[in-house]
């Protein structure tokens, strides 16, 4: 157990609709991050938060957005849900917000647009 | 600039025997070159990783090459074990002070060790 908790693990949903994964990260984290893992594009990283704040962003599309909360807790928003949005969204953290640090990744959330 | 490829997609080898995983990676300014095991139904999780400045580093069965001028990277697993059978992806990211943290995966390799 990575100790980074992501819901809901499972969610099935109709194309235009919108959605909110949930993640808390380990205890004492404060960046959290979130991926996105299909089989075609693999484990891409969409957006960094750190302590609240957006530190680094990659290729998220503009119809997601994301935001961390003063409890530290994050939150990915997907609006106007394509069938290619249909991936593991995996939400990760880590003590500090640079590079070379331990990144611990949750179960993830399974999304399934239909 | 930003790719790491990783190869071959899939690797079977028998209990007891060496597994190599290979990476290419294509922007120099890469610092930091970690190794992640994925299970089904799991996330990924850090296995070992490696900075550019040793040519290699060894934890247990597992051991990472690093060949600095090639822009390669490789994971030897050895006396590989059927426990051992996941996904694993190499990735690269950049050690800065401020402006966060991205970590750079290559397409995955999945392994099976057959008992």
Not at chain 1, 46 to 68: D, H, M, T, V
Request: one cysteine or more; proline letters at 4%.
């Amino acid at each position: 157990d990575s100790g980074v908790t992501q819901t809901p693990k499972h969610l099935i949903t109709a194309t235009g609709q919108r959605v909110t994964l949930r993640c808390s990260p380990r205890s004492g984290d404060l960046s959290v991050y979130w991926y996105q893992q299909s089989l075609d594009q693999g484990l891409q990283f969409l957006i960094q938060y750190y302590n609240g704040e957006e530190r680094a962003k990659g290729n998220i599309l503009e119809r997601f957005s994301a935001q961390q909360f003063p409890d530290l807790h994050s939150e990915l928003n997907l609006s106007s849900l394509e069938l290619g949005d249909s991936a593991l969204y995996f939400c990760a953290s880590s003590t500090r917000d640079r590079g070379g640090n331990t990144i611990y990744f949750g179960e993830g959330s399974w999304l399934t647009v239909v | 600039q930003q790719q790491v490829k990783q190869s071959p997609q899939s690797l079977i080898v028998q209990k007891g025997g060496i597994s190599i995983i290979n990476c290419a990676y294509e922007n120099t300014a890469f610092d930091y070159f970690p190794w992640y095991q994925q299970f089904p139904g799991k996330g990924p999780a850090l296995l070992i990783a490696i900075r550019p400045d040793v040519s290699e580093k060894k934890e247990g069965r597992f051991t990472i090459s690093f060949n600095k001028s090639a822009k390669q990277f490789s994971l030897h697993i050895m006396d590989s074990q059927p426990g051992d059978s996941a996904t694993y992806f190499c990735a690269a990211s950049l050690i800065r002070e401020t402006s966060g943290s991205r970590l750079t995966f290559g397409e995955g390799t999945q392994l099976t060790v057959n008992p």
